[in-house]
């Protein structure tokens, strides 16, 4: 298949992960953003690799029954929800067909029961946590681009996919509920009108650099502004405004950030007016609520019922009894130690983000659990015979790791703490189902629960439940 060859009439026949269509021909296979299964479209190749290629739409010749409008006017170029025009119950399905064929292709693993995917109870506006970025030169669309009076326009709203420098001005936006949409265009509005300079990342110039709101099923709003330097009138002239404009804010804050990235996890924020955090609240099956404390840093999980669901099921998989140790890797703010700390003898938390572990402490301390610790550091050289010796070894493990899985001395880590059981969530089912594979010696899946944390995305939250095989199926 020669490169920028047009291929005509292919049909996109699955999903592939980010989003992409997958499209067979001639025996090979061709990734394409833009099409849903179904589609009938030419395609023009743009890359080619030894196991397939990547292509661009041209044109789409039959459009697939599964599509459906779009809500969000800003589709196709925000790269945000590229489901949107995938009928939700399809997208489920497919989401439900790559976890278990991630776990039984990839990983050639045996699983037990396979339980259908836990919907979202919203499928827009479930999002607790957006972030705008502020840009001296807005991304023109091709619409725009006909009228010379859109150039060099301000902008605030996403970056363009693959574009770390380009940001898509944004009116509305279906991830969050109100105010947000009203916070971030009442701002763009004002701050254009008060000639506020925003901020240019190729220059390294301009004030405003980014705004974040976040907000909790408790009904707490916050909003944080980060500005490159501090220019006193300008900065409280806007926040200022805000504050009196949003009389709901609970924590209005802002940052100084004058890095070249805009990465401010490392930076202090300060409290304009306000509290210096909100609170969120999670329930457990027997009805218990647990608060937890959330400041501009903080890591939470952004879709709050979701996530209520999903550590539910943790809790259910885990089944304790009340006398296990249990060990918590990559616990991030401690969200799950604190929520099956009750049922357990005592819970060891390790995260590397310092931060992190120090919300998961305070949060402990918030809801009165004294059965957790928290250590901070790198996962692979933390879990060594000294730390067994001083902590116990599990009789259950929980990990979470981010998308990339766990580090195979992690993994080698735990085939030697041999627990009983391990419960593994996991957003990427592709590094769940390799990081499994090394332990199915050892180790059986006897449920999986899918979960869609993040619907119009092709992103899967998956649990696995590996229950350790009696001594005589295997040697050590």
């Not at 991830?175 to 265009?185: C, F, T, V, Y």
């Not at 254009?192 to 709101?213: C, H, S, T, W």
């Not at 647990?290 to 840093?297: A, H, Y």
Request: aromatic share 10%.
């Amino acid at each position: 298949m020669p490169q920028h060859e047009i291929v005509e009439n292919a049909e996109a026949i699955d999903t592939g992960e980010d989003g992409n269509a997958v499209l067979r021909h001639n025996d090979r296979i061709i990734f394409a953003k833009g099409l849903v299964p179904g589609d009938i479209a030419d395609i023009k190749i743009v890359k080619k690799k030894k196991k397939y290629a990547l292509g661009k739409v041209i044109q789409i010749k039959t459009l697939s029954p599964l599509r459906v409008q779009p809500a969000c006017k800003h589709f196709g170029t925000c790269g945000g929800c590229s489901w949107q025009n995938l009928d939700y119950e399809k997208q489920i399905a497919f989401k439900q067909k790559h976890v278990e064929d991630a776990l039984e292709r990839i990983g050639h693993i045996a699983i037990g029961e396979k339980f259908p995917i836990i919907r979202s109870e919203n499928i827009f506006h479930y999002r607790n946590k957006l972030e705008y970025t502020f840009s001296a030169k807005k991304w023109l669309t091709n619409a725009e681009m006909g009228d010379t009076a859109n150039f060099n326009q301000p902008g605030l709203g996403f970056h363009i996919p693959g574009f770390f420098d380009k940001v898509l001005d944004i009116q509305e936006c279906h991830l969050q509920p109100e105010p947000s949409n009203s916070i971030r265009n009442e701002v763009k509005e004002f701050t254009v009108k008060e000639n506020m300079p925003y901020f240019d990342l190729n220059a390294q110039e301009g004030l405003l650099r980014n705004i974040m709101v976040r907000n909790t099923t408790t009904g707490e709003l916050m909003v944080v502004v980060v500005f490159f330097r501090d220019e006193v009138a300008m900065r409280d002239k806007l926040m200022n405004h805000i504050k009196e404009k949003f009389r709901q804010i609970s924590s209005l804050q802002y940052i100084i950030n004058p890095k070249k990235n805009d990465t401010f996890s490392d930076l202090a924020a300060v409290t304009f007016s306000g509290k210096e955090y909100i609170t969120e609240q999670l329930v457990r099956a027997n009805g218990d609520v647990l608060k937890f404390r959330i400041s501009p840093q903080s890591f939470f999980q952004t879709n709050t019922p979701q996530a209520n669901a999903l550590y539910q099921k943790v809790s259910e998989y885990a089944a304790l009894k009340g006398d296990e140790i249990v060990y918590d890797l990559y616990t991030g703010c401690g969200t799950i130690a604190s929520f099956i700390a009750s049922e357990a003898k005592s819970v060891v938390g390790i995260e590397y983000v310092e931060q992190a572990v120090i919300d998961a402490k305070m949060n402990a301390e918030l809801n009165n659990i004294k059965n957790v610790e928290f250590f901070a550091g790198d996962m692979q050289k933390m879990l060594t015979e000294e730390f067994f010796r001083h902590h116990g070894l599990p009789k259950v493990v929980i990990t979470d790791p981010p998308r990339i899985g766990m580090h195979p001395d992690v993994v080698a880590a735990l085939l030697k703490m041999a627990p009983e059981k391990i419960v593994y969530v996991s957003c990427n089912p592709s590094t769940q189902a390799r990081d499994i594979a090394l332990m199915k010696e050892k180790y059986t899946v006897t449920k999986i629960q899918p979960f869609d944390m993040f619907p119009h995305t092709s992103h899967v939250e998956n649990i696995a439940l590996l229950v350790k095989k009696v001594a005589t199926d295997y040697t050590d």
